[in-house]
């Protein structure tokens, strides 16, 4: 299979390889199943686990979090927005001092905003900077315990993008609080309701709390996004429809009871928002165990047919070679036959002539061959017990190795030279006798 352009050819193992990790992550471009093996280095179950982590909202390992915060639905008509309004004042003498002070509270909030307008073009605005986001969450903490005791929600120490991740993940409520520092409702929101043991209580055991001050770069960046209208804000975020949205804004100063009220109703209207996605992960995640199992019994499988090919070949290859070494054995016995062969005959061509029995030297010898054959000839006293040697293993009838033994008495015929006896002995010599029988013995199996 050849890479589109200019890329080079892949071997039949990554091939193999992508053609897995594409049916384990469903994704239909070949070209991003392929990028995504190579910044794995090939290895396919690190790429399968990163791209599931990408599924669940962890950010890749080769993908790390921008400075933006992860992308939170907020647009949705069906949000739950509830607002509390700072009490109006009552009688002759609140009016009188809500008129009078109405002027400089006027004039002192527009200055304000024009010098921070002014001040942007001079120097920008430093919380548009985010260095350390879990650095301004700690320090939001710090400060919250300082300023308020450690009784309190537990919050989450993490950057907003992190709670996100782990509100999907675990598929979670997520309650995002950001605090304004200089509004004058949030110091008594703080003390009185964000401290108190029923709101305490019914964070811990129901959602995930984060917090941080819009002073910081990190609160800042999360403002921005949501787009608060007043403080104390509270905004409640869950995985709705795959994405996660804001399902619940609260605005202003709230009492405890109502506080667990809005929040318990926002819950409530959004259940089953929440179970149909634990059914759909459920789902999911049972798909992607039973493919996993198909997967393994594939390659249970696969690995068993190779197991059985490679010992068919083995097999065919012992085959093979036992047949190779009985064909090399049956060759080398030709040829040694016919070595042999043509040993038996020159041996035959130099035997001298067989004397007449009148001859006054000749002796008359008669062999008994093992297969019970008897073969008679004459030789002459003078010749060696070599040439009776030259002359039995001429013969066909001769086993390839033997001695020749006499009796009366028994005795072996030294009929071949050896280092202390050089020259044979001849007939006479030997103690042989006009007519004798000589017994041929096999040591062919010695």
Request: glycine fraction near 2%.
């Amino acid at each position: 299979m050849a890479a589109p352009g200019n890329e080079e050819e892949l071997t039949q193992d990554q091939t193999e390889k992508l053609l897995q990790f594409q049916d384990l992550t469903g994704i239909d471009s070949m070209d991003q199943c392929r990028r995504t093996l190579e910044q794995h280095h090939w290895n396919i179950e690190a790429a399968v686990q990163d791209r599931l982590n990408e599924q669940e909202g962890v950010p890749s390992v080769f993908n790390p979090p921008s400075s933006r915060p992860l992308q939170v639905h907020t647009a949705d008509h069906r949000v739950y927005s509830y607002v509390v309004s700072r009490p109006q004042p009552r009688g002759l003498l609140g009016w009188s001092y809500y008129l009078i002070m109405l002027p400089f509270r006027f004039t002192y909030y527009t200055l304000l905003d024009i010098f921070r307008f002014a001040i942007r073009f001079i120097r920008p605005d430093p919380r548009s900077r985010v260095t350390d986001p879990v650095g301004d969450v700690v320090a939001f903490v710090r400060n919250f315990e300082e300023q308020y005791g450690r009784i309190h929600p537990v919050f989450y120490q993490g950057t907003y993008s992190q709670a996100l991740n782990d509100a999907k993940r675990e598929l979670r409520y997520l309650l995002v609080y950001l605090h304004g520092d200089d509004h004058q409702d949030t110091d008594e929101f703080c003390r009185n309701t964000m401290c108190s043991p029923e709101v305490v209580n019914f964070i811990n055991t129901r959602m995930l709390f984060w917090a941080c001050s819009t002073s910081k770069p990190e609160g800042f960046r999360v403002s921005q996004a949501l787009r608060e209208n007043t403080y104390p804000f509270l905004a409640m975020i869950m995985l709705k429809e795959q994405r996660m949205t804001v399902v619940g804004r609260l605005e202003g100063l709230l009492q405890p009871e109502d506080f667990v009220n809005q929040l318990t109703f926002i819950m409530d209207a959004n259940a089953t928002y929440l179970v149909s996605e634990r059914l759909d992960r459920e789902e999911r995640n049972q798909t992607q165990v039973l493919r996993q199992q198909q997967d393994e019994a594939y390659l249970a499988s696969l690995r068993a047919d190779q197991e059985k090919e490679r010992k068919r070949k083995e097999e065919l290859e012992k085959r093979r070679k036992a047949e190779e070494d009985i064909r090399h054995q049956i060759l080398a016995e030709e040829r040694r036959q016919r070595s042999l062969q043509e040993e038996k005959e020159r041996k035959s061509e130099c035997l001298p002539p067989e004397p007449f029995s009148e001859h006054p030297d000749s002796v008359k010898i008669v062999f008994k061959l093992p297969n019970d054959t008897r073969v008679e000839r004459r030789f002459l006293f003078t010749e060696s017990l070599t040439v009776i040697y030259d002359f039995l293993f001429s013969l066909k009838e001769t086993p390839e190795k033997f001695q020749i033994v006499a009796n009366f008495p028994r005795r072996v015929l030294p009929c071949l030279p050896t280092e202390k006896e050089p020259n044979p002995p001849t007939l006479q010599q030997a103690g042989l006798s006009r007519c004798e029988v000589l017994f041929v013995q096999d040591l062919t199996d010695d």
